[in-house]
Protein backbone atom coordinates (compact mmCIF):
# COMPACT_ATOMS: atom_id res chain seq x y z
CA UNK A 1 0.00 0.00 0.00
CA UNK A 2 1.08 3.58 -0.87
CA UNK A 3 1.91 6.05 1.84
CA UNK A 4 -0.37 9.13 1.60
CA UNK A 5 0.13 12.21 3.74
CA UNK A 6 -2.15 11.43 6.75
CA UNK A 7 -0.61 8.04 7.32
CA UNK A 8 3.04 10.16 7.12
CA UNK A 9 1.60 12.55 9.96
CA UNK A 10 0.43 9.48 11.99
CA UNK A 11 3.91 8.21 11.72
CA UNK A 12 5.50 11.18 12.88
CA UNK A 13 2.61 12.04 15.51
CA UNK A 14 3.33 8.53 17.18
CA UNK A 15 7.01 9.31 17.20
CA UNK A 16 7.27 12.47 19.02
CA UNK A 17 4.60 11.09 21.86
CA UNK A 18 6.47 7.90 22.52
CA UNK A 19 9.79 9.86 22.57
CA UNK A 20 8.47 12.49 24.80
CA UNK A 21 6.20 10.16 27.20
CA UNK A 22 9.47 7.72 27.00
CA UNK A 23 11.88 10.67 28.17
CA UNK A 24 8.86 12.08 30.92
CA UNK A 25 7.97 8.75 32.42
CA UNK A 26 11.74 7.76 32.18
CA UNK A 27 12.88 10.26 34.56
CA UNK A 28 10.07 10.24 36.49
CA UNK A 29 10.81 7.45 37.29
CA UNK A 30 14.55 8.03 37.17
CA UNK A 31 14.89 4.54 35.14
CA UNK A 32 14.04 3.08 31.65
CA UNK A 33 11.26 3.22 29.92
CA UNK A 34 10.25 -0.38 30.60
CA UNK A 35 11.16 0.36 34.23
CA UNK A 36 8.16 3.23 33.97
CA UNK A 37 5.56 1.31 31.99
CA UNK A 38 6.23 -1.70 34.59
CA UNK A 39 5.61 0.87 37.72
CA UNK A 40 2.42 2.40 35.54
CA UNK A 41 0.89 -0.74 34.76
CA UNK A 42 1.57 -2.57 38.80
CA UNK A 43 0.10 0.63 39.71
CA UNK A 44 -3.49 0.98 37.12
CA UNK A 45 -4.51 -2.41 36.45
CA UNK A 46 -1.67 -5.22 37.18
CA UNK A 47 -2.79 -6.72 40.68
CA UNK A 48 0.30 -8.81 41.84
CA UNK A 49 0.77 -10.24 38.97
CA UNK A 50 3.34 -12.97 38.51
CA UNK A 51 6.50 -12.23 36.37
CA UNK A 52 5.84 -14.13 33.28
CA UNK A 53 2.97 -11.99 32.58
CA UNK A 54 4.53 -8.43 33.54
CA UNK A 55 7.00 -9.75 31.28
CA UNK A 56 3.91 -10.21 28.77
CA UNK A 57 2.68 -6.90 29.35
CA UNK A 58 5.89 -5.06 28.56
CA UNK A 59 7.35 -7.65 25.74
CA UNK A 60 10.40 -8.51 27.31
CA UNK A 61 12.45 -11.40 27.66
CA UNK A 62 12.32 -13.66 30.45
CA UNK A 63 15.23 -13.02 31.35
CA UNK A 64 15.23 -9.06 30.52
CA UNK A 65 11.73 -9.18 33.27
CA UNK A 66 14.23 -10.77 35.69
CA UNK A 67 16.75 -8.46 35.81
CA UNK A 68 13.65 -5.10 35.82
CA UNK A 69 12.38 -6.59 39.04
CA UNK A 70 16.02 -7.66 40.54
CA UNK A 71 16.45 -3.63 39.78
CA UNK A 72 13.49 -2.54 40.54
CA UNK A 73 13.12 -4.23 43.65
CA UNK A 74 17.37 -3.22 44.74
CA UNK A 75 15.83 0.64 44.25
CA UNK A 76 12.76 -0.68 46.63
CA UNK A 77 10.07 -0.05 44.34
CA UNK A 78 8.47 -3.34 44.43
CA UNK A 79 8.73 -6.69 46.60
CA UNK A 80 8.42 -10.29 45.29
CA UNK A 81 6.16 -12.97 46.94
CA UNK A 82 4.33 -16.05 46.07
CA UNK A 83 2.28 -16.41 42.89
CA UNK A 84 -1.23 -17.28 42.62
CA UNK A 85 -0.33 -21.05 41.64
CA UNK A 86 2.42 -21.78 44.36
CA UNK A 87 5.21 -21.91 42.09
CA UNK A 88 5.19 -18.48 40.19
CA UNK A 89 6.78 -15.36 41.53
CA UNK A 90 4.14 -12.31 42.31
CA UNK A 91 5.27 -8.63 41.67
CA UNK A 92 4.18 -5.95 44.27
CA UNK A 93 4.24 -2.31 44.22
CA UNK A 94 5.52 -1.09 47.84
CA UNK A 95 4.53 2.29 49.32
CA UNK A 96 7.94 4.11 48.05
CA UNK A 97 7.14 2.79 44.41
CA UNK A 98 3.35 3.36 44.53
CA UNK A 99 4.64 6.99 44.82
CA UNK A 100 6.92 7.01 41.64
CA UNK A 101 4.34 4.92 39.81
CA UNK A 102 2.08 8.49 40.41
CA UNK A 103 4.91 10.57 39.16
CA UNK A 104 5.00 8.55 36.03
CA UNK A 105 1.46 8.41 35.41
CA UNK A 106 1.41 12.12 36.04
CA UNK A 107 3.92 12.61 33.40
CA UNK A 108 2.56 10.98 30.97
CA UNK A 109 -0.70 12.80 31.48
CA UNK A 110 1.37 16.04 31.38
CA UNK A 111 2.97 14.95 28.03
CA UNK A 112 -0.54 14.22 26.63
CA UNK A 113 -2.16 17.18 27.65
CA UNK A 114 0.38 19.45 26.70
CA UNK A 115 -0.25 18.17 23.26
CA UNK A 116 -3.86 18.21 23.03
CA UNK A 117 -3.81 21.54 24.11
CA UNK A 118 -3.74 22.54 20.50
CA UNK A 119 -7.43 21.83 19.83
CA UNK A 120 -10.57 22.73 20.94
CA UNK A 121 -13.19 21.10 22.88
CA UNK A 122 -14.73 20.31 19.55
CA UNK A 123 -11.79 19.17 17.68
CA UNK A 124 -11.03 17.37 20.60
CA UNK A 125 -14.50 15.23 20.56
CA UNK A 126 -13.65 14.39 16.96
CA UNK A 127 -9.61 13.58 17.86
CA UNK A 128 -10.93 10.41 20.42
CA UNK A 129 -13.33 9.71 18.44
CA UNK A 130 -10.93 9.10 15.23
CA UNK A 131 -8.04 7.43 17.64
CA UNK A 132 -10.53 5.59 19.39
CA UNK A 133 -11.52 3.71 15.97
CA UNK A 134 -8.11 3.35 15.28
CA UNK A 135 -6.58 1.54 17.95
CA UNK A 136 -9.70 -0.16 18.13
CA UNK A 137 -8.29 -1.59 14.34
CA UNK A 138 -4.95 -2.54 16.54
CA UNK A 139 -5.88 -5.03 19.00
CA UNK A 140 -4.75 -8.23 18.57
CA UNK A 141 -5.41 -11.56 19.66
CA UNK A 142 -4.73 -13.69 23.21
CA UNK A 143 -0.65 -14.06 23.33
CA UNK A 144 0.26 -10.78 21.87
CA UNK A 145 2.76 -8.97 23.93
CA UNK A 146 3.70 -5.53 24.62
CA UNK A 147 0.02 -4.48 25.65
CA UNK A 148 -1.06 -1.52 24.17
CA UNK A 149 -3.04 -0.44 27.55
CA UNK A 150 0.39 -0.97 29.78
CA UNK A 151 0.72 2.42 29.97
CA UNK A 152 -3.26 3.15 30.35
CA UNK A 153 -4.64 5.53 33.39
CA UNK A 154 -7.56 3.15 33.81
CA UNK A 155 -9.63 5.57 35.98
CA UNK A 156 -10.09 7.59 33.19
CA UNK A 157 -9.94 5.03 30.27
CA UNK A 158 -13.96 4.69 30.46
CA UNK A 159 -13.76 0.81 30.65
CA UNK A 160 -15.64 0.29 33.47
CA UNK A 161 -18.34 2.26 31.51
CA UNK A 162 -17.76 0.39 28.28
CA UNK A 163 -16.52 4.00 26.70
CA UNK A 164 -12.72 2.35 25.85
CA UNK A 165 -12.72 1.55 22.42
CA UNK A 166 -10.27 -1.08 23.29
CA UNK A 167 -11.78 -3.15 25.82
CA UNK A 168 -14.82 -3.01 23.30
CA UNK A 169 -12.89 -4.22 20.61
CA UNK A 170 -11.42 -7.22 22.13
CA UNK A 171 -15.24 -7.94 23.56
CA UNK A 172 -16.61 -7.89 20.59
CA UNK A 173 -14.16 -10.05 19.43
CA UNK A 174 -14.59 -12.47 21.69
CA UNK A 175 -11.35 -12.23 23.47
CA UNK A 176 -12.78 -11.92 27.19
CA UNK A 177 -13.17 -14.43 29.58
CA UNK A 178 -14.81 -13.84 33.03
CA UNK A 179 -13.23 -13.81 36.07
CA UNK A 180 -9.88 -12.36 35.35
CA UNK A 181 -9.39 -9.84 38.20
CA UNK A 182 -8.49 -6.74 35.91
CA UNK A 183 -10.98 -4.06 35.52
CA UNK A 184 -13.54 -5.69 32.45
CA UNK A 185 -11.71 -8.72 32.56
CA UNK A 186 -9.06 -9.56 30.02
CA UNK A 187 -8.88 -12.29 27.56
CA UNK A 188 -7.44 -16.09 29.22
CA UNK A 189 -7.96 -19.24 29.56
CA UNK A 190 -6.24 -18.97 32.67
CA UNK A 191 -6.43 -18.07 36.80
CA UNK A 192 -4.10 -14.96 35.80
CA UNK A 193 -5.12 -12.27 33.53
CA UNK A 194 -4.20 -11.36 29.97
CA UNK A 195 -4.87 -8.37 28.27
CA UNK A 196 -7.84 -6.77 26.97
CA UNK A 197 -5.93 -4.20 24.99
CA UNK A 198 -2.36 -5.59 23.24
Given at each position: MTLDQTGNLLGALALVIADRTADATGEAAGSS?????????????????SVDLLRQVLGLTSS??????DRLAQAGYVQRGPGRDGRSTSVTLTAPGRRVAQRVSAARADVLSDSLAVLSAAERQEFESLVGKVLAGLVRGPGAVRWLCRMCDTAVCGRDEGRCPVANAVQERGYLTSGSGLPGDHPSGNTEPSPAAR
Amino acid sequence: MTLDQTGNLLGALALVIADRTADATGEAAGSSESAAAALSALLHFLDAPSVDLLRQVLGLTSSGTVRLVDRLAQAGYVQRGPGRDGRSTSVTLTAPGRRVAQRVSAARADVLSDSLAVLSAAERQEFESLVGKVLAGLVRGPGAVRWLCRMCDTAVCGRDEGRCPVANAVQERGYLTSGSGLPGDHPSGNTEPSPAAR
